[in-house]
């Protein structure tokens, strides 16, 4: 789904019935609906209780210089999967644990991250002399790019359920439609087990938590929605 749909969507979910003319693209109340969606995607990416497949990559630190301990991780980093690997230039590969940093020094080898903006992650101990030169490379889930134009690429595995809880909270803060409030939400409370269930299937050790937090988005109804 692109932007584009994903606004025309938001607003009939909002209106509650086939709308003859969604807000155009750089009209406040797109801008008002795109902020909020932007807002969701994010606290769905980072759902402390879920490690999406779709938002897996592994990407590269940089390059090991054995006098150097600290590299900064890419701004989309959000948690790493599991060990953090290093390509040597021989093209052989080593993993690393990656611990609590009050933890660094019950290891022999093994790698902690800290900080923000950036978060960095630190070699603990002495870097060996092969690993010079190579990559240091981080498995992880990382934050996808927020919607930026109308042809941006919705990044939720079911955007449908961006369509609601969007809805959701421009309603909530309507008075003329507030009453669709829990329809809206039960819909996207429905879209998000299915999410969890579709990602459960191709993994294990899996949260079930529903993230349902819907902070207002404005005090003041918005009677251009109703046009």
């Known amino acids: 789904m692109l932007a584009s749909e994903l606004l025309d969507e938001i607003y009939a979910a909002y209106r509650g019935k086939t709308v003859d003319r969604t807000p155009a693209w750089s009209e406040a109340k797109a801008v008002r609906a795109i902020t909020i969606a932007n807002r969701k995607i994010r606290e769905w990416a980072t759902d402390p209780n879920n ?17 150097t301990f600290t590299y900064d991780l890419d701004d989309t980093f959000f948690m790493p999967s599991d060990y953090a690997l290093v390509t040597k230039t021989d093209d052989t590969n080593v993993q690393y644990p990656i611990v609590p940093p009050q933890r660094r020094d019950q290891y022999s080898q093994a790698l902690y991250i800290s900080g923000f903006d950036p978060k960095t992650i630190t070699f603990a101990q002495t870097i060996d002399a092969g690993l010079d030169g190579g990559t240091l490379k981080m498995p992880g889930y990382y ?9 941006s690429f919705v990044p939720v595995d079911i955007p449908e359920w961006l369509v609601y809880i969007t809805a959701s909270e421009l309603a909530r803060n309507d008075a003329a439609k507030e009453d669709q409030v829990a329809n809206l939400v039960g819909q996207a409370n429905d879209l998000y087990r299915k999410m969890i269930d579709n990602n459960n299937g191709g993994a294990f050790l899996q949260g079930i938590t529903i993230t349902n937090n819907m902070p207002n988005v404005g005090s003041a109804t918005d009677d251009d929605w109703l046009d």
């Open 51 to 67: 490690r999406w497949a779709s938002l897996f990559s592994v990407n590269d630190v940089g390059t090991i210089d054995t006098a």
């Open 143 to 151: 934050i996808p790019d927020p919607l930026s134009a109308e042809g």
